[in-house]
């Protein structure tokens, strides 16, 4: 099945669909997607580096999980949809999906030349106490938690490490400040 992407206009308004296969190029068009940061019990972040069979950024950590909704879907049931496939979590084991920077966009070009460029919400989600996961290894390498402090120093530190929609999402204090409130 393929899958489809949402395209925006420069309102940010939903303009008909692309395969996604198809819209990561060097001249990729706005197009909707999110990322998620996951939280486990203890109030560290699950972070991901990205499989190096990914077009963009192959190798890159990142946050949690990202993907794109698809049409008719909304944010919320995307982000639960992509914690299945991407990091093999039961939604059922996620709590509220909460969001912190309603209106990031980005665009940002990797060295392949390959450009994303999307109407990008961010949002936090909480792993039950106790849940597993199996990431799916076609999208994660590997994984790690960290602080939000260690994060944010380890960012500070080297932020060609990282994917850059997590440097700038991480750069807005709204998201700091949610993440530290909400691992209390």
């Not at 939903?14 to 190029?25: F, R």
């Not at 290894?137 to 938690?145: L, Q, R």
Request: overall charge negative.
């Amino acid at each position: 099945m393929t899958e489809l992407v949402v395209l925006a206009d420069s309102q940010g308004r939903p303009a008909g669909t692309a395969p996604k296969a198809d819209v990561h190029t060097a001249d990729t068009p706005l197009h909707f997607a999110f990322s998620a940061y996951l939280l486990g019990a203890d109030g560290r972040l699950l972070m991901t580096r990205r499989a190096l069979s990914k077009k963009t950024w192959p190798g890159v950590w990142t946050n949690s999980f990202c993907g794109h909704p698809g049409p008719g879907e909304s944010n919320e049931d995307a982000v639960r949809r992509r914690a299945a496939e991407e990091v093999g979590i039961d939604p059922a084991d996620l709590g509220e999906v909460q969001p912190v920077l309603p209106d990031f966009q980005y665009r940002a070009t990797d060295s392949s030349g390959v450009v994303e460029n999307e109407i990008c919400p961010v949002f936090i989600v909480t792993l039950a106490d106790g849940a597993t996961f199996t990431p799916n290894p076609d999208e994660i390498d590997s994984h790690d938690w960290l602080t939000v402090e260690q994060l944010c120093a380890a960012v500070d530190a080297a932020p060609f490490a990282f994917s850059p929609w997590l440097v700038e999402e991480l750069a807005d204090q709204r998201l700091r400040v949610g993440l530290k409130a909400s691992r209390t």
